[in-house]
């Protein structure tokens, strides 16, 4: 069963970035604090795809992890931070897509919008 459409008076496209925005603030919070080190790097990245990509209305997403960041702490491993995440995602409510994205800008792991658009639905013509 698929969740309701229906959202009050926020339109598909609103509903998209809205869906986008939660998504990546979400990710971010599930995520930071993680143990990682550069070898277990490639499956915490896939982990994280594959675990937001089940999510209702996310159509693709893509992580990559900056490894140049991890510090080794006393036990060989580094932890997660913010600054570490490059991630898009996209989602799709309706015909309305928005492209998002986590990475880090002056100094701050900053989430932004990259682009909204519509796909017009064909004639039957």
């Not at 970035?17 to 896939?46: N, R």
Request: glycine share 6%; aromatic share 8%; hydrophobic share 40%.
């Amino acid at each position: 069963m698929r969740p309701s459409q229906e959202s009050g008076n926020a339109s598909d496209r609103e509903r998209a970035i809205f869906e986008a925005g939660i998504k990546l603030g979400a990710l971010y919070h599930q995520w930071v604090g993680t143990p990682i080190s550069q070898e277990s790097a490639a499956s915490v990245e896939s982990a994280i795809e594959k675990a937001v990509i089940l999510q209702p209305f996310v159509e693709e997403i893509t992580v990559k992890l900056n490894c140049t960041l991890m510090q080794k702490n006393v036990f060989g491993y580094s932890e997660l931070s913010g600054l570490m995440f490059d991630v898009e995602i996209v989602t799709r409510v309706g015909f309305s897509y928005c492209r998002a994205a986590l990475a880090p800008e002056n100094g701050y792991p900053l989430m932004r919008i990259l682009e909204c658009h519509e796909i017009t639905t064909l004639s039957n013509y």
